[in-house]
């Protein structure tokens, strides 16, 4: 009686099994048969939305339904990325992340979400480089004045937020250089060029998009960025030099990715890199990043995997220098 009744539960199980797979199959074979949200954790009007909004125009074409663009602010992304763990996993909701989001803020800040509660799709969308760089009217000049500059002056350097990306890598740079230098926080991009260029500062921090307008009209110099594995260069200007070429063991590249929460189906996730690559083969949409200042070079789940967690240790190591 006991193998009869072991016999049936187990058969009941695989039944289920059985079941369960057959529904999973249904519902991604016809995927999607709704409308598409993606979540652009900042403001309207910036590069992730502005990209966001390109590549959800051509989703109706590559993927057979819309997609519609929210834009939820708050805490420098946040917010966004807190709520999204809450998004049911059937594969309708998709989240614009970054390593900064990923592998700082968890360090940083007192937050409710961490990588594992994501997986990531497709990534380097939108990668580039921090440059540092100078007003035009300093004295200095190239990272050479600026060795000098620390010798005998007190470096003031922008930062966006204590304990952000920008604040740590100069931090290790300065301390590496054995240089006094303090950070001037500010919170909107425009903020420490002004700054900057109105003499109360003498560094500025930034994306090579947000300050290549200024370098290319002659009124910043790049000094240096902490890119190593992208040259990075403006028009009229030559090649700046990565930290890691100039002797200092820094080497770090923004990027962002498309993330759906964790437990989405894989036949779903696997269905968006196929799409959302094709998308970013398009030539419109590289001609938009090249506009940007990005370049792409997508990146599959296991390398955002890896550069998340390279990121989560560098992250480890820079933060003595801000503590």
């Not at 989240?95 to 594992?116: C, E, F, H």
């Not at 060795?147 to 930062?159: D, L």
């Not at 230098?181 to 994306?207: Q, R």
């Not at 009229?236 to 989405?264: M, R």
Request: a negative charge; proline letters at 6%; glycine letters at 8%.
């Amino acid at each position: 009686m006991r193998k009869i009744t072991l016999l049936c539960a187990v058969l009941l199980c695989f039944a289920g099994a059985l079941w369960a797979q057959g529904q999973s199959e249904e519902i991604t074979a016809s995927f999607p048969t709704q409308p598409i949200t993606l979540t652009v954790p900042y403001g309207a009007g910036g590069n992730a939305d502005v990209l966001a909004r390109a590549v959800a125009e051509h989703a109706n074409e590559v993927m057979g339904q819309p997609m519609g663009v929210v834009n939820r602010t708050g805490a420098g992304g946040v917010v966004a990325v807190t709520e999204f763990i809450e998004k049911k996993p059937d594969g309708y909701n998709i989240i614009t992340a970054n390593i900064g989001l990923m592998a700082i803020r968890p360090q940083t800040t007192k937050v409710m979400y961490s990588y594992d509660d994501y997986i990531p799709i497709i990534g380097n969308i939108g990668k580039t480089a921090m440059v540092v760089c100078a007003s035009a009217s300093s004295e200095i000049k190239d990272f050479n004045s600026l060795e000098a500059y620390g010798i005998n002056n007190i470096i003031k350097y922008s930062t966006f937020g204590l304990k952000s990306d920008s604040h740590m890598l100069q931090a290790a740079l300065f301390t590496e250089m054995d240089a006094k230098a303090t950070p001037v926080p500010f919170d909107k991009v425009t903020e420490p060029i002004a700054s900057l260029l109105g003499g109360n500062i003498d560094l500025v921090c930034a994306l090579a998009p947000v300050v290549a307008p200024y370098v290319e009209s002659g009124e910043l110099v790049p000094i240096i960025t902490f890119n190593d594995s992208m040259e990075v260069k403006f028009k009229n200007t030559e090649a700046v030099p990565s930290a890691i070429s100039l002797g200092y063991d820094i080497d770090y590249s923004g990027f962002n990715f498309y993330a759906v929460p964790k437990g989405t189906p894989v036949e779903i996730v696997e269905f968006y890199q196929e799409k959302f690559a094709e998308i970013f083969e398009m030539s419109e949409i590289k001609e938009l990043q090249e506009r940007m200042g990005f370049v792409v070079d997508p990146l599959t789940p296991d390398e955002i995997d890896a550069k998340i967690t390279r990121g989560i240790e560098d992250v480890k190591q820079w933060l003595k220098y801000v503590e």
